[in-house]
């Protein structure tokens, strides 16, 4: 084991980015389990989504993952490393709301991102100041805003920030990159062209992914293997494999992917229906 690795009791296996077990959280201060015993595989190159009812846990588990949260108990390895702290270095992050600096260019946010990228790596590898521009330059074309290098953030619409998250994600050099409802802000047809911009780089970067959506077409139309997250405290209700050839988009989703759909929906409706059994204590009828 390499120095400053606490070691952890996981075992991981060979092709695992991701490993999630018999996870708990509990928020300081409460009385109950937000999380428990969670256990989740992620291989290499996987995208894999989590959906499950709103409230119930998602976004503390991601935040987990991420290593801003520590779990009350069980252990996360990403790369087979224990997450102790944030994981910034080892993982990309994306959310339904962007973070961009309002007052900095398109251009200049993502020029961030390649500047911090570049200064994580030895210095005799850095790329120069003007190879740090033209890779920010190629990312803002691979999201298709291609002529709005210079607008600032405050002068474009939300979905063109997004497309600048995006940019700004796809910039680290990663191989994990964790994602909230990265596109739940958007409109349905901004939306589409998102997806599918993030889709065709990941088909030829195979980054590994957790995307938390709560579009269950949307996990269908951009997952290897979809997780549902259900029941109080919530677990792992259901891992299923999405075997429909890629690439997808919405007319093959609707013929091929129809039944996953259905059956995927009312696991959440009954999730989300289901009373809450840890804390009512119902007297039944004699
Ligand atoms: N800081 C906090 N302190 C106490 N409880 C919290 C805190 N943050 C979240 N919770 C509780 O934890 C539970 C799970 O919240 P979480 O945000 O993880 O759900 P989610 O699945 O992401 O929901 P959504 O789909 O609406 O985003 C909720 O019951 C919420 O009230
Ligand atoms: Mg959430």
Known sequence: MSMGVRAHETAVLADEAVAIRRLSYRYPGTDTN???????????????????????????????????????????????????????????????????????????????????????????????????????????????????????????????????????????????????????ALDAQTRVAIQNEFLSVWEKQRRSVILITHDVGEAILMSDRIIVLGGRPAGVIADIEVKLARPRNAATIHADGSELFTEIWSMLDAASRKPDLSTTNVELPK
């Open 34 to 184: 937000v999380l428990e015993g969670v256990s989740i595989s992620v291989k290499r190159g996987e995208l894999l989504s989590i959906v499950g009812p709103s409230g119930g846990g998602k976004t503390t588990l991601l935040n987990c993952i991420a290593g801003f949260m520590q779990p009350s108990s069980g252990e996360i390895c990403i790369d087979g490393k224990l997450v102790e702290g944030v994981v910034a270095g080892r993982a990309a992050f994306m959310f339904a709301r962007d973070t961009l600096l309002p007052w900095r260019s398109a251009l200049g946010n993502v020029e961030l991102a390649v500047r911090l990228r570049e200064r994580l790596k030895p210095r005799s590898t850095r790329l120069t100041g003007s190879q740090i521009v033209g890779d920010a330059r190629a990312l803002i074309a691979r999201v298709g805003l291609k002529g709005y290098e210079d607008y600032r953030i405050e002068e474009l619409s939300q979905g063109m920030r997004q497309r600048v998250a995006l940019a700004r994600t796809l910039a680290m050099d990663v191989s994990l990159i964790l994602m909230d409802e990265p596109f739940g």
